[in-house]
Every structure is written in structure tokens, then in C-alpha cells.
Nanobody
């Protein structure tokens, strides 16, 4: 079983930045894909960024150039740097671990962007 704990969300003005963190209870190198999703009010959950255990990253078109996913294998941490924030980025952000035994989720961290 994989336990994930997100942190770093908050209230930020449009154009600002935050770094979200996800702490994993196991070695993230053993997890084939670490991902960040978000769920905005009234919308479906969407994938925003991912990083494979080989280090390959991928992003949703809506966040390319503004979001950066990274990791610290030694600390079992995955980060999401969110920059040039827009009001439509307001959402609960979830960390996800895709493993051979299934998907695991954190509890989420709220990001609210004010104008």
C-alpha cells in the first residue's frame, strides 16, 4: 500500500506561484508513474502532470509552460510548481501513484486563485 500526503496549497493572487508537495510512504522509484490531478468546482477530475519512474514528464495542454513536475527520489517526494496562476486553476490538487497493484491517492490540497 502507498500512502500519499499533499501539502503546499493556499490562496494566491492571479499571476502568482505555489509549489505543491507530495510525500510518499514508499520509494517513488518503485512507482511506475507519479501524477498530479485536479478537480475544479463543478468539473471532472483532470490529469495535469505526470512523471514516470524513468523521469519522463508529461503535461496537460492547459498547463504546459506554467506547471513543472519534479521529484526527489531520496526523499520520496514529488513536487508540482504552479506558476502564472489563473482563476481557472482554482481546484483541489491530488497526488496519485500508479502502481502494478492499482492507483493510490492523497487527500488533496486546495489551491484558490484570486483576481
Amino acid at each position: 500500500q502507498v500512502r500519499l500526503v499533499e501539502s503546499g496549497g493556499g490562496l494566491v493572487q492571479a499571476g502568482g506561484s505555489l509549489t505543491l508537495s507530495c510525500a510518499a510512504s514508499v520509494s517513488i522509484f518503485s512507482i511506475k508513474h507519479m501524477r498530479w490531478f485536479r478537480r475544479a468546482p463543478g468539473k471532472k477530475r483532470e490529469l495535469v502532470a505526470g512523471i514516470t519512474n524513468g523521469g519522463t514528464t508529461n503535461y496537460a495542454d492547459s498547463v504546459k509552460g506554467r506547471y513543472t513536475i519534479s521529484r526527489d527520489i531520496a526523499k520520496n517526494m514529488v513536487y508540482l510548481r504552479v506558476s502564472d496562476l489563473k482563476r481557472e486553476d482554482t481546484a483541489v490538487y491530488y497526488c496519485n501513484a500508479e502502481t502494478n497493484l492499482g492507483d493510490y491517492w492523497g487527500q488533496g490540497t486546495q489551491v484558490t486563485v484570486s483576481s
